[in-house]
């Protein structure tokens, strides 16, 4: 399987994405505990997300990711379904900040018990993305693990 590099390989590199995916979340949630009202809707770029669309999209990635990996797991012949996580976000703010990072972490507990569970070889199977080509597991383990990341600048970015 020719597999497409993941969006944010640049930032994994080398690193573990099971060892980044048990860490960043509590980076993130260290970092944002404790903003402010100005903080959480601070932006760290003109025209870009808030803290707390940030937080919201990382809860949002965890539901698409995850839902994607156990249709994946459970659905013969399962065909990725593209969603916009911008669109995800317009959808639902302005939203509760702390209801979004608590979220996010129970989300990521629970998906990351089940990509621990499946064995190496199943992570590594195709799952047919319609616009990226043949996928797998592994390569959702190491997005969501640099889309961690990307994100975490942000949010440092807006912590000054």
Same mark, same amino acid.
């Given at each position: 399987?020719?597999?497409? #590099?993941?969006?944010? #390989?640049?930032?994994? @590199?080398?690193?573990?994405?099971?060892?980044?995916?048990?860490?960043?979340?509590? /980076?993130?949630?260290?970092?944002?505990?404790? !903003?402010?009202?100005?903080?959480?809707?601070?932006?760290?770029?003109?025209?870009?997300?808030?803290?707390?669309?940030?937080?919201? %999209?990382?809860?949002?990635?965890?539901?698409? !990711?995850?839902?994607?990996? &156990?249709?994946?797991?459970?659905?013969?012949?399962?065909?990725?379904?593209?969603?916009? @996580?911008?669109?995800?976000?317009?959808?639902?703010?302005?939203?509760?900040?702390?209801?979004?990072?608590?979220? !996010?972490?129970?989300?990521?507990?629970?998906?990351?018990?089940?990509?621990?569970?499946?064995? #190496?070889?199943? /992570?590594? /199977?195709?799952?047919?993305?319609?616009? /990226?080509?043949?996928?797998?597991?592994?390569?959702?383990? &190491?997005? =969501?693990?640099? %889309?961690?990341?990307?994100?975490? &600048? %942000? =949010?440092? #970015?807006?912590?000054?």
């Amino acid at each position: 399987m020719n597999t497409p #590099a993941t969006p944010y #390989a640049y930032l994994v @590199g080398a690193q573990d994405p099971f060892d980044l995916l048990s860490t960043s979340p509590k /980076r993130i949630a260290d970092l944002v505990r404790g !903003f402010d009202e100005r903080k959480w809707t601070a932006t760290y770029a003109p025209g870009k997300w808030t803290a707390a669309q940030i937080v919201l %999209h990382l809860a949002q990635g965890e539901i698409g !990711f995850g839902s994607r990996v &156990r249709l994946a797991l459970t659905e013969d012949d399962y065909v990725i379904q593209p969603y916009d @996580g911008g669109r995800w976000v317009e959808l639902e703010s302005p939203v509760e900040p702390y209801a979004a990072l608590g979220a !996010f972490l129970a989300l990521r507990r629970l998906n990351l018990t089940l990509y621990e569970q499946v064995p #190496a070889a199943r /992570r590594a /199977r195709p799952i047919r993305h319609p616009e /990226r080509g043949d996928i797998s597991i592994d390569w959702i383990v &190491r997005t =969501l693990a640099g %889309h961690d990341l990307h994100h975490l &600048r %942000h =949010l440092q #970015a807006i912590a000054g």
